[in-house]
């Protein structure tokens, strides 16, 4: 750190080790436990079999399918006595990680913000505030753009009975559906938080902007095989990841190049 920051940057006070390592448990305790009630009130059914948190999230994620399958008269399985039971289980994690994250964060904030120096505190916050916002823009592409195009285009393989042909219907299994959408959800997500990483080693001095345009070629190619990784064997879901993230990286250069600036001043 700077030597000509003076002290009164600092923040109040000094904890011994032992003080830091009590504080970072009562926080995690604190994760834990709020994480764990929201995990048990996700599952709670009250009359209704389809009452709960999870049923009720799990029938929004489904709604894209539904819509498409409901007029031709589809319909989602499950094949093994347990799967019904462990597919809640997953979407009462999901749910509660998705509710429990921003608090996480908070204690995450709480914890490492009485070490820094003011400025560093100004520095990061945005940074804080960014993580939760982008990660949801890109859940929410998936949900509202990806994902039903690239239902449309899976379910265009059925084939009509005719001319002594048997028909090819799906019937998608509700274990595959939910991890296919979570996997899709987490990867937009992630891969939304690309400007937050790019601007925080453009911070810490270890790339500069000029850095990161010089090696644009090489993301737009890492853009495209991430996506072709994470992303179902259609080129339409590859396409629509790998486009945002190349354009996510170009605004991360001007982003940048003004912050470089502004530091320089």
């Not at 490492?112 to 400025?119: C, E």
């Amino acid at each position: 750190m700077s030597e000509n920051i003076s002290k009164d940057d600092l923040s109040d006070g000094h904890m011994s080790l032992m003080d830091h390592l009590t504080e970072l448990r009562s926080r995690l305790l604190l994760s834990i436990v709020v994480f764990i009630i929201l995990f048990l009130v996700c599952l709670v059914r009250i009359g209704d079999p389809s009452s709960s948190i999870a049923d009720q999230v799990y029938l929004f994620l489904q709604k894209p399918l539904a819509d498409l399958l409901v007029e031709r008269g589809g319909r989602m399985i499950f094949t093994g006595l347990h799967e019904g039971f462990f597919t809640q289980i997953k979407v009462a994690f999901f749910t509660s990680i998705s509710i429990s994250l921003p608090i996480i964060l908070i204690q995450v904030w709480k914890f490492i913000a009485p070490g820094l120096y003011k400025n560093e505190r100004n520095a990061m916050l945005p940074f804080m505030i960014a993580t939760p916002f982008l990660f949801i823009l890109g859940a929410a592409m998936v949900y509202y753009m990806v994902i039903p195009l690239a239902w449309q285009f899976f379910l265009s393989f059925e084939i009509n009975p005719g001319q002594g042909a048997l028909p090819i219907e799906v019937e998608p299994r509700i274990s595959e559906y939910l991890s296919l959408v979570m996997r899709l959800m987490f990867a937009f997500g992630l891969s939304f938080e690309l400007p937050v990483v790019l601007l925080l080693l453009v911070k810490s001095g270890f790339v500069t902007p000029e850095g990161l345009a010089a090696k644009r070629r090489y993301a737009i190619l890492i853009s495209f095989v991430a996506a072709a990784i994470l992303t179902p064997p259609d080129v339409i879901s590859q396409v629509m990841l790998a486009t945002p993230i190349i354009i996510l990286y170009e605004i991360s250069i001007i982003a940048s190049k003004i912050m470089y600036k502004k530091d320089k001043n």
